[in-house]
């Protein structure tokens, strides 16, 4: 089925550090919206960017959309320890009544 | 404030055991899933339901059905249990007729469920 995904799988930086995660997908979309997972727990939403958008911005996050090259990016700027989970990519499509797809995750590590 | 409850953090259930996954919304959501998630391979989608009494297979459907009697409740049900079932399971709601319209999907905290 369509899928985002992520890249890298893993991610381990220092805190101060910022830190990118990309996500790849297959088909013309509506919205692409991320979320994190802390370990063990549900998912939370982070961040919707629309199809028609190329930038958008929340506090210390930083999301771009390429829909021509079919792609998106996370920034978190000047990580904490706090930030430590996996973040996933979420996709819609058009047709009506279809689910969010996620992709498999990118597991981030912020060390203090 | 928004709120899926999972009935059931930590399950463990025998081999060939019928097993209720519970779940409700307070949001009134049209729009119920159910995810699971395995280590290397993501969520993936088990069944979704857009309103009462309707579902759908999402990717992975084998060995599972679904209940959505009423419109803020959505049942997961093993009615087998097999050990590759053991996972963490994720309900999530969403508001709205079409998830193309950009609204946040909620979770739940997730079902731990071992089949041994």
């Known amino acids: 089925s369509q899928q985002g995904e992520e890249d890298p799988q893993a991610l381990s930086i220092q805190e101060g550090e910022n830190a990118t995660m990309n996500c790849s997908y297959k088909?013309?979309?509506?919205?692409l919206q991320w979320y994190r997972q802390n370990s063990g727990r549900g998912l939370v939403h982070l961040i919707l960017?629309?199809?028609?958008?190329r930038e958008k911005h929340s506090g210390r996050l930083r999301v771009t959309l390429d829909t021509s090259k079919k792609s998106s990016s996370l920034l978190i700027t000047a990580s904490r320890a706090a930030d430590t989970a996996s973040y996933f990519c979420?996709?819609?499509?058009?047709?009506?009544?279809?689910?969010?797809?996620f992709g498999k995750g990118t597991t981030l590590s912020v060390s203090s | 404030d928004v709120k899926v409850t999972q009935s059931s953090r930590y399950l463990v259930k025998r081999t060939g055991e019928k097993v209720f996954l519970e779940c409700v919304q307070d949001m009134d959501h049209e729009n119920m899933f159910w995810y699971r998630q395995d280590p290397g391979l993501g969520l993936r989608l088990i069944y979704f339901?857009?309103?009462?009494?309707?579902?759908e297979k999402g990717d992975i459907p084998e060995g599972y059905s679904v209940s959505r009697e009423k419109k803020e409740r959505f049942s997961l049900i093993l009615e087998s249990a097999s050990t590759n079932q053991t996972s963490m399971y994720l309900c999530a709601s969403i508001r709205g007729g079409s998830t193309g319209s950009g609204n946040t999907i909620y979770f739940g905290e997730g079902s731990w469920l071992t089949v041994v």
């Open positions: 088909t013309s979309i509506n919205n």
């Open positions: 979420a996709t819609d499509f058009p047709q009506a009544g279809t689910a969010l797809i």
């Open positions: 339901s857009y309103d009462v009494k309707m579902k």
């Open positions: 960017i629309r199809s028609n958008e």
